[in-house]
């Protein structure tokens, strides 16, 4: 089956964020839906920068996690994945965004979204996908 750019991603959008786990060296967003049973699961193993009304806060920043936090009860209302543009997450008082340079890679995985009752999932890598500036 051919690849189509926020086909899967796309499945968040009316979706809760309900959790932020901070895991040593990664991040998973955690969504939930009151019309079904999913539970998708967003791992991001570079930070996502969050977008705000007062700017953006990269994770090396104060406040980051306090940040990324404050999207908790909140719900999805737009997704974009576009070729050498990466993901982009959009709530209603904000985004997150994940579009890494060359010098924040850490390994051979950018973000993996997966946790839908049919199994699907997909995996971004450097080099593939919305992540092709990376060649």
């Not at 959008?13 to 969504?31: H, W």
């Not at 982009?88 to 950018?110: H, K, N, Q, S």
Request: net charge negative; proline share 6%.
């Amino acid at each position: 089956m051919a690849y189509i750019p926020n086909e899967l991603l796309s499945r968040l959008v009316g979706c809760r964020l309900f959790s932020v786990v901070f895991v040593m060296d990664y991040v998973q967003l955690c969504f939930d839906s009151h019309i079904s049973d999913l539970r998708p699961t967003l791992t991001c193993d570079i930070f996502p920068v969050v977008h705000r009304a007062a700017g953006r806060i990269r994770q090396d920043e104060v406040g980051y996690g306090d940040a990324l936090r404050s999207f908790i009860t909140e719900h999805v209302v737009a997704t974009a994945e576009a070729f050498e543009a990466g993901l982009r997450v959009e709530f209603p008082a904000g985004a997150i965004t994940l579009r890494p340079t060359y010098d924040e890679l850490v390994g051979p995985e950018i973000a993996t979204l997966s946790g839908f009752p049919d199994k699907s999932w997909m995996t971004w890598r450097p080099g593939e996908d919305a992540f092709e500036y990376f060649h």
